[in-house]
């Protein structure tokens, strides 16, 4: 077995164990492989173990592994980088879902460029939960508006929400912030039907994000390695 593959192993194995401590079924978690900057090839590796779902940041980058890869019929494509509005065009042509979006703007020229004969493009709110002011994403108090405008859009499926938590090593701030993430999905989930995913957690915080609820934890360089 290869690094990459023996990388890939063990990080399912940890989001089983973080699944067991939080006495939730592993299948409730979904595992999003963050590719970006890596090659087709290394895509190609890990999809022959099994994984399906993969996050892009870039456009580029991705677009030559979308390509490359058309053979992968079930493989599934994630945006999860920041979305300009002159970008929304290949992320509505190439994409399964995108996981950033938090301007009405971006949700309007997805849903309008998204191609007729393709399924929804599956969409997640990204939340500021943490409130920095750099920081993308929407304030909680606007998420009910953006969720029905994108709830009403045809060509979208609302699915859920999405953050990137304070970069920090405070596990209460955290836990706060997951928390909060884990209410406003869970009040979501009461007024839309199709919302069914929660994406926190990345390496370092995965077990704490799954503890407080997370359908879907997005891993890059624990699995593919640093990037340069
Ligand atoms: C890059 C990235 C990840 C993965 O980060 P790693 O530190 O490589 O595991 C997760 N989520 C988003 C939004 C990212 O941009």
Redesign the pocket.
Known sequence: MSTLEQHYQQVSQRLQQACDQSKRAPQTVKL?A?S?TKPATMVETIYQQGQRSF?E?YLQDAQEKIDALQHLTDIEWHF??PIQSNKTRPIATHFHWA??VCRDKIAQRLNDQRPADMPPLNVLLQINISGEDQKAGIHPDEVDQLAALVAQLPNLSLRGV?C?PENTQDDAALAQQFQAMQRLFQRLQQSYSSVDTLSMG???DMALAIAYGSTEV???????GA?S
């Not at 997005?218 to 593919?224: E, P, V």
């Open positions: 999003l963050v970006k996050g940041n999860i980088g996981e950033t999405m990137i990345m390496s370092a997005r891993i890059g360089t624990d699995i593919f990037r």
